[in-house]
């Protein structure tokens, strides 16, 4: 929402009637249930925002949430009945900040929102080189992460909107379902597309794109399935790698389809639990330190690595596992644990090896983590990301690898690293 329509908002009632929401054929996506139940709870210039209604919405809710607590306080102070047309309510003393005050990260995410949007092409796109269907469903999620949804009437959730049509176009998925063949993002593409579609149900604008975003989805969780049942070694049983028949698997692969299947579960989709038991299986045998019969590792403090058998853990391998171990329920898990205190001793560095796709891990593992190593990572994120914001809004990667995949990539990822603070996409919800 612009700053005119804040102004507006408190010199006038006109807002007070959200637009109305398309609820789609298959029903709200039940995980965004969770999610409006809990930004109510959530007193933040964003949060405040329940999915499933518009900013203007939002911005009423506020203004009528405050109304009713100025009541009832006074209610409550004088022992007496107020009712709301007759009350008397003593003037207030202006807070030196408003609570809706916009702080550095509420300002880095819109100025990145504005860049990424800039970015769209004319066919609904939104990419700055290779991979266009995988760095689109990137910016999708970037844009939902601070809230805004495809139903928004502003110029953000019109873009989204295109964007989103643009990924469900039949040319973008082949007749097995797989997405990562037409922009060549092989099945790191096809695992993030189809993580951004499951997130997504339930929040279509049309009974038809509904339907369309449900048979792809299912489409493609049918071949991720497929795919993981691939003959392979003991040691790559449960995971993925670069393409569907592949016969061996990683650990970066493998995370963005677990995350994929966790997700379209928590939907409704048909995803037996086996495939996901299978997938934390695989996880487990990719820690850096061996396991005992029990399960227990016998060092303390470890990390997650590449491969299975491989001993020295990496930043981004050690914060994927961290994030997709928890998204699976093992919170408990003395893995979880270690490589939570792991990451604590090997923080992000931005010149790091993949910075921005470990610390895209890492803000979100760390904040499930809880305690201290929320607040200790939600700092650290913070300072290094607000720093190195470029003037458009966007980011620019420092090695090379990743600053080859183009600045909507690198501005996506860091917008869902300094997101964590809204809560709104199910998938990393506590």
Not at 52 to 66: D, E, F, M, P
Not at 199 to 219: A, F, I, N, V, Y
Request: overall charge negative.
């Amino acid at each position: 929402m612009s700053n005119q329509q804040d102004d507006n908002l408190t010199s006038s009632f006109r807002w007070l009637t959200p637009p109305a929401v398309h609820v789609s054929a298959s029903g709200l996506n039940p995980a965004w249930n969770q999610t409006w139940a809990n930004q109510t709870a959530i007193f933040s210039h964003r949060a405040l925002a329940p999915v499933g209604i518009s900013k203007t919405g939002a911005n009423a809710q506020r203004l009528v949430v405050l109304c009713a607590t100025v009541v009832c306080l006074f209610s409550i102070n004088s022992g007496t009945t107020v009712f709301a047309q007759d009350a008397a309510v003593p003037a207030l003393t202006a807070p030196t900040v408003s609570p809706f005050q916009k702080d550095e990260v509420d300002i880095a995410a819109d100025k990145a929102i504005a860049f990424l949007v800039t970015q769209q092409k004319d066919d609904g796109s939104i990419h700055t080189g290779r991979h266009e269907t995988t760095m689109t469903a990137l910016a999708i999620m970037a844009l939902a992460s601070v809230g805004i949804q495809p139903v928004d009437p502003s110029p953000e959730g019109r873009a989204m909107n295109r964007a989103l049509d643009y990924v469900l176009q039949q040319d973008r998925q082949d007749d097995k379902g797989y997405f990562g063949q037409k922009d060549g993002g092989r099945m790191y593409g096809h695992g993030i597309v189809t993580l951004m579609l499951t997130e997504m149900l339930g929040m279509s604008t049309s009974d038809e794109q509904d339907k369309l975003l449900h048979d792809r989805c299912q489409k493609a969780i049918d071949l991720i399935l497929s795919s993981q049942k691939e003959d392979k070694p003991v040691n790559a049983r449960g995971g993925w790698r670069y393409n569907p028949n592949s016969r061996d698997a990683d650990l970066s692969a493998s995370v963005w389809q677990l995350m994929a299947l966790r997700s379209a579960k928590n939907d409704g989709l048909q995803v037996p639990g086996s495939a996901i038991r299978d997938a934390v299986e695989y996880l487990k045998r990719s820690y850096s330190s061996p396991l005992d019969r029990n399960g227990l590792p016998s060092d303390k403090a470890g990390g997650f690595c590449y491969e299975p058998g491989q001993r020295h853990a990496t930043y981004t391998m050690t914060a994927a596992g961290l994030l997709a171990m928890q998204v699976c329920g093992e919170y408990d898990s003395p893995l979880v644990a270690g490589a939570a205190d792991w990451l604590l001793a090997h923080p992000p560095k931005w010149k790091e090896r993949f910075c921005m796709y470990g610390t895209y891990y890492y803000a979100q593992g760390m904040y499930q983590r809880g305690g201290d190593h929320a607040k200790t990572a939600g700092t650290l994120v913070q300072d290094m990301l607000l720093k190195e914001q470029r003037d458009d809004g966007s980011w620019e990667a420092a090695n090379g690898e990743e600053r080859n995949a183009g600045h909507v990539y690198s501005t996506s990822l860091a917008v869902l690293s300094l997101s964590v603070k809204y809560h709104y996409l199910p998938i990393y919800q506590k």
